[in-house]
């Protein structure tokens, strides 16, 4: 595995084999706070590689408000804020062709979505 990628060979080619599907679902992730398309996860992958593919859903997610994590009284949040960061840039820098980053997926309009489906959870809010 190059040392600049995330995932080991098998596992990015599963990820880049993904299609944009536009009957996806979205969805809330309620533990992490974030939003998951359903055609966004290939099977069988590594436990590493399942955990960084979740780093950089989350972070798509906190992207649409960065103040709130990055700005956090909470040093663990604050920290996986800058976890997920890395593994975003990173992923990015090493030419992933992942469909989670399209411009529909990143947009700052998702976070509407996102407050709408946090409120269905979180009523009270």
């Known amino acids: 595995m190059d040392s ?4 080991p060979p ?13 009957d996806a679902r979205v ?3 309620l533990t992490k ?3 998951v398309w359903s ?3 290939p099977r069988n992958v590594e436990a590493s590689t399942f955990k960084k593919l979740i780093m950089l859903q989350s972070y798509r997610s906190m992207m649409y408000r960065p103040e709130q994590f990055r700005d956090s009284q909470d040093e663990l949040v604050r920290d996986w804020f800058e976890a997920c ?3 975003w840039e990173k992923a990015r820098a090493s030419g992933l062709r992942w469909i989670g ?12 979505l996102l407050l709408e ?9």
């Open 101 to 112: 980053f399209a411009p529909s997926r990143t947009a700052p309009a998702n976070l509407a």
């Open 39 to 41: 055609d966004e996860r």
């Open 117 to 125: 489906l946090e409120k269905i959870d979180f009523p009270d809010m």
């Open 27 to 29: 969805s809330y992730e």
């Open 10 to 22: 098998a596992d990015r080619a599963k990820i880049e084999a993904l299609t944009e599907d536009p």
């Open 4 to 7: 600049n990628d995330l995932f």
């Open 85 to 87: 960061r890395a593994t």
């Open 33 to 35: 706070g974030m939003l």
